[in-house]
């Protein structure tokens, strides 16, 4: 099971904390919280002090099988605690988030009543922690139910209507901080996943034919590791001179957009990219692209390419989403960096430095010092 904790600040507009009142309230703020809009997940909020205010949260899809929800719940909880107090804060109580849209011609009435026995579980796994679960909320795309208002939904009811998008307080107190909202969850995932179709199948020929090629070179004589190393640095450059030279639109749909971005890339480019970042030192160099006009062309080109690890080479995709996390992270966007992070670890959970920048994000370390310690090693690589 993927769990996602962070940090989490109260946002501010001007002077005055944003309060949040209600089971309305609550619904509506949860994108705004997050960053994006969860899709099948699971979210626990942390609450401290006697005013509630916003702390940790931790984040996971909702287990398929329902056996398995009593363990998710208390996974859940443990994680939350621990990990707020391993920042000295213990939350004092919670808020909890079912979030699912109902099946195609389904009601949001029955989707919300399948899912309240794991409200259920939620608010005793996390009761038996000392931490009150002050809401327990299913939130669809429209609508929302609260668990703790009544002890059954009505035949009739259909919950509680969502504002529309933008029109909220929340919402404008989000625009004026300068609070983005990317989309949903399954919609940023969307951008990493491999290709598909005719082109997929060709791809993963490429794959083969330059694996078998690279593969005895790169676990070769250190002068022929290093050619190889050079080979994909350079490789690297000119794609990002290709990138650079196709500037991402305004406002992109971005199905569309990846498409274009997509047409930018070689099946043959694409392999050899991959392969060779799966060297450590090349992944290294790469990351340098970070900073200004170039870090938004480096996220594109890491996003592509990802999405070109097919078939058998899928878990070769943690090297560009590390990548793709770290110049997001760096760009100032944590949200869009964790999902990358987060996709590298499922495909390889060893992959350590995904491992490191999620852990380091997540503890709001300044991503600066490894900044400067990149741009150091790219001079001294440049100036060899």
Known sequence: MTQHSEPLSQLIVTDNQVTLSGPADLADALPY??????DDSIVLLGLHGPRGKLGGRIRTAIPEDAENWAEAAKQLAACLVDSSSARGVRPDAAIAYLCQDPPEGGRVRDAAERLRPLAQLLRTACGDLDVPVYEALYVSQERYFSYCATDSLDDASEGGALPRGGSSPMAAAAAFAGVHVRGSLKEMRERLIPLDGPVAIQQERALD??????APRMVGPAGEQARVRDDTVDLAERLMGRFRR??????????????????LLTSDEAAHLVLGLQ???????????MDGPEALVALRLWRALA????????????APLTLAGWVAWSMGDPVSARVAWTRALDLDPEYVFARLLHQACNDEVDPEPLRRSLRRQWTAYRLR
Not at 209 to 214: I, P, S, T
């Open 209 to 214: 034919a330059v694996a078998a090629r690279l």
């Open 33 to 38: 919280i997050l960053g994006y809009h969860p």
């Open 279 to 289: 060297d450590r030192l090349a992944r290294d160099l790469t990351a340098g692209w």
């Open 246 to 263: 196709v500037p991402a639109p305004r406002d992109p749909e971005q199905s569309a957009a990846d498409a274009r971005d997509d047409a």
């Open 307 to 318: 999405r070109r690890c097919v078939g058998s080479f899928e878990s070769h995709a943690a």
